[in-house]
């Protein structure tokens, strides 16, 4: 089993920046897809990031592309988000993901192939 916990999510004004965080512990394993979902009011859950844990290889959503960030530290299990120019349509809860297949493996935006995921953090972004 493992477990994923976000942080870092807040109220910012359009334009800000914000650095998520995602604290994974429990069950670890060698070949896993870490992965970014947001999901905003009225929504279904989209896809926003993912990065191989082994090798760092990243995969965004087209909607993101240039500004956000996702990054891992392997030492300390984290893996990061960080979101910048924010958008009042980027208000959402955002959620960490992990799905067991490595990174070139399958599709790595299907919510369908993440096997667990943490409660989520909200970002909300004012005008």
């Known amino acids: 089993q493992v477990q994923l916990v976000e942080s870092g999510g807040g109220m910012v004004q359009a334009g800000g920046s914000l650095r998520l965080s995602c604290a994974a512990s429990?069950?670890?394993?060698?070949?896993?897809?870490m992965g970014w979902f947001r999901q905003a009011p009225g929504k279904e859950r989209e896809f926003v990031a993912a990065?191989?844990?082994?090798?760092?290889?990243?995969y965004y959503a087209d909607s993101v592309k240039g500004r956000f960030t996702i990054s891992r530290d392997n030492s300390k299990n984290m893996v990061y988000l960080q979101i910048n120019s924010l958008k009042p349509d980027d208000t959402a809860v955002y959620y960490c993901?992990?799905?067991?297949?490595?990174?070139?493996?399958?599709?790595?935006?299907?919510?369908?192939?993440?096997?667990?995921w943490g409660q989520g953090t909200q970002v909300t972004v004012s005008s």
């Open positions: 993901a992990a799905r067991r297949r490595p990174f070139w493996m399958g599709s790595r935006s299907n919510i369908g192939e993440y096997d667990y």
């Open positions: 429990g069950r670890t394993f060698s070949s896993v897809t």
């Open positions: 990065i191989g844990w082994s090798d760092g290889n990243t």
